[in-house]
């Protein structure tokens, strides 16, 4: 019993990770966190469990087009915005975003670590938006691109 | 703030779900919780919460050939079986079984209920083998066929 | 024997089939046929039987990023632009363009209809770009929004 | 004009193709021709080009459960049988076998060759029927696994 194994990941490696992260378009993200999914082999599902610091935000409000994705509080206190709304949420709330249909962003707002679980599907060719900054993000494979939601056109309206 | 939202749901309504599965190949097996991916209609990626009583199991031990799984403990002990091998598992402890490569069970060891997430992929067509019952399930959208291993031959050697 | 089936469309049915297309942003564009995948049930692969008449052309030059696309010519003679060069077809000759891989378009350059299957992979999602246009197509579902490659930029570069 | 071009095979390289196959479970099947998606490095949809000479038959009478088929006939005649019904097929005729609705087989019973264009998805994961020898087929990737129709039971009623 109690041998290290591939597929399994202690506590205490996790929560001492010292993986950082944060979004280039907010200078208010900071995230430390794993990619327990990455750790064990996974490649179809993903899963990361993430610490935000007190004051601190996750990434940026977005929306996904193809990709499934959720949030589940493990400890702290903090204020997620789903589709223009704020909602209190604390230790045992669950959030789930479905592909296309909740735009979403958590922001640490107690005095304690926001410690969480997110994950979700993960598609080579991903759509986002971001509605505040105005942008739309085509993600192909490593890729990235950007263009501005107010230039993207009709199909028939645009003559080119 | 803190109006009911679709996507959002709260620790105690989960703690409180009285949904119940067994896996009926397992008379140990017993299961209490709640889907959330498909509360929250999240279609491309699962997660659950689950509650296993003291001494009694989960699932029965077995292998999916196409879906990912993973286990995240949030309370209690348990023991956790992995290709053949027991390990003493509790809170925070994570295990990933990427598709094809770690068959798996677990079962509550402890004297409090064992809670955990679990989730991963969920595919229309999936293949799973119980190797210590000698079977393999295949599963086509709802529908679920069962063979034995031992029926299962090499292309070139059977000729029908 | 020959009774009617669904899954069965004889010759002169679909010779005689009277669907037309035209891609909006090419005036000289003129399409004739018949989708014989749609019209058979298929959902995972794409085949039509189209005509195109002498000096008109199939749509306008374009580049799949993730749907596979094939043509292969049944009566008639052609000229194929692929990566911008050309090239005389005529009955039995094939070509696959890889998503992501072969920029292409299709001319009668013939004086006989030029009839030819066309067929691929369908996404849900698909971006597709018209080089000599200076546009970008993104498709989800039936919505298509189309935007100058000129205004797409690089995430790092971009700071909105 | 008329380079040699990666994505582009001409009519002659197809008919010249000497790459033959049969089906182990059919002594009568024979198929020559040419795998024209792999050759333009399509890796989405399958296409080739066969050609089964007279009295001669594809492979045999069987039913994907997940890959959509298809086949266009471009010259000489044969007798397709298609959810045990038989139809006399020639060029130009179309037939689409939609996944887990059509069990298919064709044979040559005219006295040339056959030739014909045949495709569809590709799955890495794969089962397919062949009821007329009572076996199952499943596939992962390259690895086949062979079980009679007989020896599979259902979920509810096998308690092993």
Redesign the interface.
Known sequence: ???T?P??????Q??ASDDSASH??NPNSAMRGMH??K???????G?S?VEVPPGKESCVYHLH????E?I?ILSGSG??E??D??????????????????A?HLRNTGSEPLRY?M???SKR?E?AD?PR???R??R?DGE?????LS??????A???
């Not at 597929?7 to 205490?12: D, H, M, P, V």
């Not at 087009?65 to 499934?68: L, M, P, V």
């Open positions: 019993m109690n041998q194994c597929f399994l990941i202690r506590a205490e996790i929560e280039p378009w327990l999914s750790q064990t082999g996974l490649t179809d599902t899963i469990w087009y193809r990709e499934d959720w589940y204020t997620a789903i589709n709304r704020e909602y209190a949420v604390g230790p045992g709330d669950f959030m789930g975003f479905p592909a296309g249909k909740a979403h679980l994950g979700g599907s060719f759509l971001f900054l105005g942008r993000v085509i192909q990235i691109g950007v263009v501005k230039d993207i056109s009709d199909f028939e645009d003559s080119p």
